[in-house]
Structures are given as C-alpha cells and as structure tokens.
C-alpha cells in the first residue's frame, strides 16, 4: 500500500515538474471547466451519493455541496489571470538599480485530507484552489461517507489524469502512510484532535500545512437583537445538515431577562420549518441524519450526560437507534461547568445559557478555546463592536449564522485552536502558492558594491548614509 502511495507520489512530481510548471494558465482554466460539466452533468449522482452515505437532504446538496463548489470554480476562472500575474514591487534607494517582482508560483505535488461532513465540497473546494494554482493534488476523502468516496473515484477518473489528480482511499492507518511522503503542501479538514496529529506527523518534513479545523461556536443573543428574526436564523444554522457543520451554533448565550421569550420564538420556528410531533419531525424530509453509529452514540451519551447534570429538555431527545435518529433538541438550564459545553456538539442538540451582563457573556466565550465562527444577534453598533474587539474568532457574523462560507471575497478559516490558514477564492489559492521574491540586479554600477569591504573613510560615510534612518 505504501509503495503505491510512493509511486503516486512520484509520478506526480515528476508530470509537476515537466509540464506544469511552465504551462500556461490557460490550460489550468481549461481542467476546471472540465470539472465544472462534470459536475453539472452528475448532479443527480452526487445528490444520491450523499443520501446514501447520510441521508443527505438533496436539497441541502444542493444549497451547501453544489453550489458553492461552482461558485468556487466561476469564481477562479473570473480571477484566475489576475491572482497569477506577476506583481512589480518598488524598489528602495539602497538598492537602486535592482528590479523586483512577486511571482505567484505552485507549491507542487498537495495533499487534500477531507471530513465527512460536507464530504463532497470540502473534498472538491480544496483540490479547485490546488489545480488553480498549478498543483498536482492527491485527494483523501473521509472513510465514513463511502459513497461520495466512490463517485469522487469516478469523478476523478473521468476528469483528470491520475499523473495530474488522483483520489486515494483509507482511514487512520492509510491517511498515517501518507502523512509519510515529502508533500509540497498538505491541506487538512478535521477535527481539532487529529489536526494535531497531521502538525506532529509532519514536523520532521517542515511541510506546510493549511488546518481548517472546528470548535464550540457561540451565538450570543442581547436584549437589542431582533428575536423572531434571530430564532428563524438559528433553527436553521442551527440544524442545517442535521447540526454536523462546522460552523454550526454550538452553544445560545442570551440575556438571561429574554430568554422565555426566545424559546417561545424559537419552538414556533423550529416547528415551521420541521413540524410540530416526533413522528412528524421524523418523516420531515428536511431532516438529514446522523452520519453513523459511531457519531448516535457520542451524541446520545452527551445529552445523557448534559441532562445528568442539570441541563433541561425544552423539546426533542426522541431517538431510533436503527435510523441513527436524534431528533433535534434545546436544552435548557446549561451552565459552563455542563459536559455538553466542553465539547464541539457536532449534532442537532442545541444547549441555552444565559448571562446577566454583557461582560459574563464575553468571559464565557473567553472561557473557550478561539472558535471557527462566532454569531452575535444585536441591532446595537456598540454591542457588535464591543464583541469583536473583546473576542478571538476565524470570522464573524452579525444577525446571521453560516452564510460567511458563502461569500466568495471572504477568508474562510479559524484561528488558534479552530485552524491555521485559509480557504476559499483568492485565500484558497494563496495557501497553495509560493509567493516567489525575484530580484533582478545589474551586472554594471549597482550601488551595493559601493558597501563592500574594506571600510575606509569614503565607504564609512556611503554606509551611514545608506543606513541612515529615522
Ligand atoms: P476527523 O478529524 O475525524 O477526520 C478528518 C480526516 O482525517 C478524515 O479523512 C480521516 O480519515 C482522517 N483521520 C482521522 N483520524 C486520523 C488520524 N488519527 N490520523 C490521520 N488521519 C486521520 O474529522 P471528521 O470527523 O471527518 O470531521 C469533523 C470535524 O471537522 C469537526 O471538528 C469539524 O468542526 C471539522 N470541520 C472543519 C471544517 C472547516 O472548514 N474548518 C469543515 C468541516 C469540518
């Protein structure tokens, strides 16, 4: 197996370094239209995959697998010719003479390790910005969803040539031997647990990594939010994928003089959107599952252990093992100290707590580790300020809950704890790209020289001019 990866490995640095390094942009614009029909063409394909592995709701595919990986393409094809142009750089009077340029060059043979919660679009969004910038990648899907494993096998089979693309399958043991090989660069989507693992396993090799990892959301909610508005938005970025996204609401902290008011709001949406009995709620069709066994059984032992310690069901906690089923739950009555909010919850249960003063709030959301996304639901200008300049986060949305990925000009990526680096559009590239400094210096009069040992009377007074500053 792991002479297999070698072999990949290899051919894939030796096509990088025959042909793509000095092809033109054309052609990298050409494999992502590629892309691009076969995706349109396969769209039922990718739909049915994704329903089979989670019961992923087609329309969600749609919305949050599709979309946003054609957005991803149109959006390099449109920029493409201007995120590789070479950048000229003003040159400083102690180097006079001298040109320099920026070229943006392809780092070379990339690795893309992808999760299994959006397991289409984060496998294929990474691998756009890797091709954009002139890489060979090797793609690792998530072991879990082995349907959308499969159709990307196919996908990158149909579209790609294994010496320039290639998808690659295995859990722990395999994506460990990968870890193994010389990569340019190695962007990694996943639990902060195993992105540590990828960081140690790499360090003797000094390769780069981008980490685009998760954590414990908050979303505040003050006495100046809009509170129906607020509780439509969250019952949907709450329980959108079924709650397993990463930038999923891990955790509502409102004003403790709001809070009934908010529940009541938020049952009337939630019910709007879901249904209003438990086997309702079941047979919804906007409801995806649970993604496996695995995944039911953290999440039910959580919420047995949150409701152990003092947390109150305000409605949900139905389950069917078989169907790995939770039905989506708000609990009531949490307090920092609660299991629950020690953890990334990654499922539909959604825990409230509440504060007195806007400083409590802030103190705990410092409690936490830097989280991926943090919501604050205030029409106050002075409140929104006042939580983005106390607070640490990957990005952050006022009113609103998950549509920062959406925006093709935003940075997508965590901070600390929550990840290392960017994706998406031009950030997305950058992480595969080289920034090469190219300084082009005259073979005649370059005043450098002029600096050069030994230091007499004349080059003392060159240098203290030169060094001069203020
Ligand atoms: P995971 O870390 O368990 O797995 C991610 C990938 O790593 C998989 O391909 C898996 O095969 C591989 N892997 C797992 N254990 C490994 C090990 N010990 N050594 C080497 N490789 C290993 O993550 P997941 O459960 O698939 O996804 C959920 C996590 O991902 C959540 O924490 C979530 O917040 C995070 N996430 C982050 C983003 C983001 O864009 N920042 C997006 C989606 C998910």
């Known amino acids: 197996m792991e002479q297999d990866y070698q072999n990949i490995f290899k051919t894939q640095q030796e096509y990088f370094q025959s042909t793509l390094k000095t092809e033109r942009v054309f052609n990298r614009k050409e494999r992502l239209r590629k892309l691009k029909k076969w995706i349109k063409q396969n769209q039922n394909s990718i739909q ?7 019961k992923k709701v087609p329309e969600e595919v749609l919305i949050s697998e599709i979309k946003p990986v054609i957005s991803e393409i149109n959006h390099a094809l ?10 000229k750089v003003t040159t400083p009077i102690s180097l006079i003479g001298a040109r320099a340029r920026i070229i943006p060059e ?42 959308t494993e499969q159709l990307l096998q196919r996908l990158f089979k149909e579209v790609f040539s294994p010496k320039l693309a290639t998808v690659v399958t295995g859990g722990v043991k395999e994506t460990q031997q990968l870890l193994e090989l010389p990569w340019n660069h190695i962007f990694f989507t996943g639990s902060p647990q195993v992105g540590k693992v990828v960081m140690r396993k790499v360090a003797s090799l000094l390769t780069s990594v981008t980490l685009e990892l998760g954590g414990r959301n908050p ?15 969250l019952a ?33 949406e939630f019910v709007e959107m879901y249904g209003n009995y438990p086997k309702e ?65 990654f499922g539909p249960i959604l825990p409230i707590l509440t504060y007195e003063t806007k400083k409590d709030a802030l103190n705990i959301v410092l409690s936490t580790d830097t989280p991926l996304a943090f919501y604050v639901f205030t029409e106050s200008k002075k409140e929104q300020n006042y939580f983005l300049k106390n607070t640490r986060a990957g990005t952050t949305v006022f009113n609103d809950t998950t549509l920062q990925f959406a925006h093709p000009n935003l940075p997508f ?36 020289q002029l600096i050069y040992p030994k230091y007499n009377t004349l080059k003392k007074a060159i240098i203290k001019i030169i060094t001069w500053y203020e």
Not at 236 to 259: E, R, T
Not at 438 to 447: E, N
């Open 236 to 268: 949907w970025g709450k329980f959108f994928n079924n709650g397993q996204s990463c930038v999923s609401p891990n955790y509502i902290l409102i004003d403790k003089k709001i809070k009934e008011q908010f529940i009541r709001e938020f049952k009337f």
């Open 48 to 54: 049915e995959a994704l329903y089979n592995d989670f």
């Open 413 to 448: 990526g965590g901070i600390g704890t929550s990840g290392i680096g960017k994706a998406h559009g031009y950030y997305g590239f950058l992480e595969f790209t080289n920034q090469r400094s190219v300084l082009k210096q005259r073979t005649w009069g370059a005043i450098s």
């Open 281 to 345: 709620i079941k047979n919804n069709k906007s409801l995806t599952r649970i993604v496996n066994q695995h995944h039911y059984k953290r999440l039910t032992s959580l919420l047995d252990k949150a409701i152990e310690n003092g947390a109150k069901v305000l409605f949900g906690n139905h389950r069917d093992e078989k169907d790995n089923y939770l039905s989506p739950t708000l609990l009531d009555n949490v307090t920092p100290d609660n299991p629950i909010f020690k953890e990334e919850i």
């Open 219 to 233: 979303a505040i909610i003050t006495e100046k939010a809009v509170l129906t508005n607020t509780a439509k938005k």
């Open 78 to 87: 449109k920029s493409l010719r201007d995120w590789t142009a070479h950048q």
């Open 106 to 147: 392809a780092k070379g043979v990339c690795l893309v390790i992808a999760p299994w919660n959006f397991p289409f679009m984060l496998a294929v969004g990474p691998v756009i910005s890797a091709l954009a910038a002139g890489n060979t990648v090797v793609l690792k899907p998530s072991e879990m969803t082995p349907h």
